[in-house]
């Protein structure tokens, strides 16, 4: 019965939160003990369908990422970085040529963790993330996409002793804003993308003698049921990989009395 409460609690939070918007979720995955600070520096790049007509995109991103954990079980942050964009042949005929190749343009967002404890003799939980990320681009010629975009994610996560987690579940992407052609014409465009499969890793290094810190790696990838891998379409533009490298402080607080975290 614990254990169906722990993750009602979790559910409806998700679903509470479900506005929020995003980019990769596992800067890391693994929610951290409270009271303590992860960060990091995180690149995604991940193909997306960013109209109804599946006009394709590819976006790259480059963010610093700072986090922290208020109490038990869940982990609340901050991210700034850049974002650029490839985008293919749009049906209106808004961008230069057909085509729009971006510059990297400003990026800033918020993400949110929440988590069951860990059971089965601390080897197996649950663990939803909800990102979300405004973006700016530009190209040479004056051409421009911004907007909001969206990703949240629910997996179950496995501790593995002495190396760190790794999460499986599955994602819904979103993404949404508006656009002007070299001729100055706007639009907007918007779609939820299908539910992709999302897999992440989390890898703790060994600790050096005297380090406050805990260094972390993360690397992440979500697949959609529609890739393809052909001579005609780019696999990326239904995939997307992600990998983050940051560290994690020990508590805050003076009072360290209990066993410091170990992954």
């Not at 990769?24 to 600070?37: E, G, K, S, T, W």
């Not at 967002?109 to 990320?133: E, R």
């Not at 969206?150 to 999460?167: E, K, M, P, R, W």
Request: overall charge neutral; some cysteine; hydrophobic content about 40%.
């Amino acid at each position: 019965m614990k254990i169906i409460n722990h993750i009602a609690v979790l559910c409806f939070t998700i679903m509470a939160y479900g506005i929020c918007f995003a980019s990769n979720l596992a800067d890391p995955a693994v929610i951290i003990p409270p009271d303590r600070i992860a960060a990091g520096v995180s690149y995604h790049a991940g193909g997306y369908s960013i109209t109804n007509d599946t006009v394709p995109c590819i976006l790259n991103r480059i963010m610093a990422n700072i986090s922290y954990s208020p109490f038990q079980h869940v982990t609340i942050g901050i991210s700034a970085g850049a974002t650029q964009m490839d985008i293919a042949k749009d049906t209106t005929a808004k961008d230069t040529f057909g085509l729009y190749h971006s510059g990297y343009g400003f990026s800033g967002g918020a993400h949110l963790s929440v988590g069951t404890p860990m059971y089965f003799n601390n080897s197996l939980g649950l663990v939803g993330i909800l990102q979300g990320t405004y973006f700016s681009t530009k190209n040479d010629l004056g051409a421009m996409y911004s907007g909001l975009d969206a990703n949240g994610g629910l997996g179950l996560q496995y501790h593995v002793s002495d190396f760190g987690y790794i999460t499986a579940g599955s994602s819904v992407y979103m993404i949404f804003g508006k656009n002007k052609g070299y001729n100055g014409a706007e639009g907007k465009y918007s779609n939820i993308n299908n539910v992709r499969g999302w897999l992440a890793i989390d890898y703790f290094p060994p600790q050096p003698m005297g380090s406050k810190n805990l260094m972390y790696i993360s690397l992440e990838l979500f697949v959609s049921p529609k890739v393809k891998f052909n001579d005609s379409r780019a696999p990326l533009q239904e995939m997307g990989f992600s990998i983050s490298i940051g560290s994690i402080t020990r508590k805050l607080t003076q009072e360290q009395t209990e066993v410091e975290w170990k992954p």
